[in-house]
């Protein structure tokens, strides 16, 4: 079962493990919401070092609007960034 809903804010953990992964420091500790949810696939994190990549991690589209991903952003107030982002990364905006 999916941890999270279509639609529900998250904001993305911050960390910087040692050794492969696939979430940018740039929207480390931001907020956004679910756009979609892309189905369960073998985490890339593991398989980078031969391992199986079990167990399956659910992978999401999240939306972040450009504003608060660049403090000096210029463009249109409502641009947007959609990034696939999977859900070890991820907490709701709820969890405190």
């Known amino acids: 079962m ?4 279509i639609g529900d804010s998250v904001a993305v953990r911050i960390d910087s493990p040692r050794g492969h992964y696939r979430t940018p420091i740039y929207i480390q500790g931001k907020t956004g919401i679910i756009e979609s949810i ?7 994190e593991r398989l980078a070092y031969g391992y ?6 659910t992978l999401y589209t999240v ?4 504003k ?16 696939d982002i999977y ?6 905006i709820n969890e405190g």
């Not at 892309?38 to 890339?44: D, E, Q, S, T």
């Not at 199986?52 to 991690?57: A, F, H």
């Not at 859900?87 to 709701?92: P, Q």
Request: aromatic share 16%; hydrophobic share 35%; proline share 7%.
């Open 2 to 5: 999916d941890r999270f809903n």
């Open 38 to 44: 892309c189905g369960r696939f073998k985490n890339p």
């Open 52 to 57: 199986d990549g079990y167990p399956l991690k």
């Open 63 to 66: 939306e972040f609007l450009q």
């Open 68 to 83: 608060d991903l660049w403090p000096d952003y210029k463009g249109n107030i409502a641009d947007k960034l959609l990034i």
């Open 87 to 92: 859900e070890h990364w991820l907490n709701s």
